[in-house]
T-cell receptor, first 114, second 111 residues
């Protein structure tokens, strides 16, 4: 089925470890996003990529890096994980960033940092 | 920055009841999304609307651009409708603040 695929679905890290969350979409969307979801808060934008070859910071970028590998793939890297990064992470994509087109979300990655 | 407020935060109802979830925002928008998130699950887009009303099955979404307000209605509610419903607004123009999300409404439909 067409959509946004995120891996892994679950991950436990020790403080200081690094990892990369993978995201791929097969809808030929131009824009891709990484969000985090924490209890009692709305989803918050970490980084986005308006088009292939560009990335920009969102609301909460500290402690993260991203790579737009090609049009399909947008990865999120935690270089040195901290307990404050325990969250559920969602990747999303849309045809264009600031036009009235729908967003498609991945199924989420539940990350625990101990 | 757009402020998005949803009400109620939590709602428990009996099967068959008519459900209304409200969303208000502070700054003009390009469009508004209603999203559904089941426990432990991903996020599914239910509606995207910029004016008027949309209907899909038992779900109806309305938006009043002048009043900066949207509602999501569920008719003949069913336990499978139990989920978190999230309102998200698309802010016009470029920049980082594309979508701004509400905190969600936790809906439980009891048999």
């Amino acid at each position: 089925n067409a959509g946004v695929t995120q891996t892994p679905k679950f991950q436990v890290l020790k403080t200081g470890q690094s990892m990369t969350l993978q995201c791929a979409q097969d809808m030929n969307h131009n824009s891709m996003y990484w969000y985090r979801q924490d209890p009692g808060m709305g989803l918050r934008l970490i980084y986005y990529s308006a088009s292939e070859g560009t990335t920009d910071k969102g609301e909460v970028p500290n402690g993260y890096n991203v790579s737009r590998l090609n049009k399909r793939e947008f990865s999120l890297r935690l270089e040195s994980a901290a307990p404050s990064q325990t969250s559920v992470y969602f990747c999303a994509s849309s045809l264009f960033r600031d036009r009235v087109y729908g967003y498609t979300f991945g199924s989420g990655t539940r990350l625990t940092v101990v | 920055k757009n402020e998005v407020e949803q009400s109620p935060q939590n709602l428990t109802a009996q099967e068959g009841e008519f459900i209304t979830i409200n969303c208000s925002y502070s700054v003009g928008i390009s469009a508004l999304h209603w999203l559904q998130q089941h426990p432990g699950g991903g996020i599914v887009s239910l509606f995207m609307l910029s004016s008027g009303k949309k209907k899909h099955g038992r779900l109806i979404a309305t938006i009043n651009i002048q009043e900066k307000h949207s509602s999501l209605h569920i008719t003949a509610s069913h336990p499978r409708d139990s989920a978190v419903y999230i309102c998200a607004v698309l802010n016009p123009g470029g920049g980082a603040d594309g979508l701004t999300f509400g905190k969600g409404t936790h809906l439980i439909i009891q048999p």
